[in-house]
Every structure is written in C-alpha cells, then in structure tokens.
C-alpha cells in the first residue's frame, strides 16, 4: 500500500528542508515526488516556497558556484553544468558564475596545476601537457585558460 502525503505535510516537510540547506526547484520537485504527493498539488507547493522565499534559484545559484568553485575547486564549465542538471535558467546560471573573481579563479587553476604537475612523474614534457591538460579538463576549465597557465608553468621550470 503507497502511502500518500497531504498537501500541508509535504510544505511543512519541504518548508523544513529547505530552511536547513538551499534547495532548488527541482530537488524539491524531486523530494515532493519521492514523498508520493499528488501530482496537481506539486505546484502549488512549489509555488508557495518560493513565495515564502524558501526557494530563491538566484540565492540557490550563487551558494552552488561559491561552494564548488571554493571546496571542490571545479572550473566553470563543469559548475555550469552542474547547474543545468538543476534544471536552472540559463541567465541565472551565467550571473552566478561571473560572479567568480577571475584573478582567485587563475590562481586556484595555476596552485591545481603545480600541485598535479609535482605528483606526476613524467621526463617528457609532451607527455607532461597532455597530463596536465586532461586533469584541467576533468575539472571543468576553460582550455584556453588551461593552455596559457600550462605554458606559464612549463616556461618556470
């Protein structure tokens, strides 16, 4: 037997969860689905969050880029999609993440390639880029910006 939530449960549940973290709209959709609410009051429990401002995607956007950026030291293009998997608008997406400082973002992409460059054991250097640029890769930056800090590094020796 599939036990269905009221309306009120699940905003008094909802509205819990999201004063303890930020949320976005489609995580709590996601919640609302898993906790078996009927489907015509999905929005209107959505629609009541965001009024309460419970759910602000703008706030939520920024929290997301500040966090990945700082802690998971990810670039922007994987940050990006990570926020287009949480199916925010595109404008918002692109205001949060001009909102990194591009000096701080240089550095960190120079302080994560000398730290993988010294971890790596590699005599050629053609070898050595190609290394050091999939990393980069892997954690979502820019290959132009990827290439121009690789050469930097490459040139210091």
Sequence with gaps: MVNNITKEEALSRAMHLCSRQ?????????KLHDWK???KHIPLVL???????????????????KDKFRLNQWGKIKIG???????????IIQEALASIDEREYEEMLKDLLVRKKKSLKESDPYKLKAKLLRFAASRGFEQSLVYDQIDQLLKEK
């Design 22 to 30: 930020e949320k976005c709209l489609s995580d709590v959709r996601k």
């Design 37 to 39: 609410l009927d489907e």
């Design 47 to 65: 629609n009541k969050l965001v009024e309460e401002k419970f759910i602000d995607e703008q706030r939520f956007a920024g929290f997301a880029v």
């Design 81 to 91: 999609y990570h926020l287009r998997q949480k199916q925010l608008p595109e404008q």
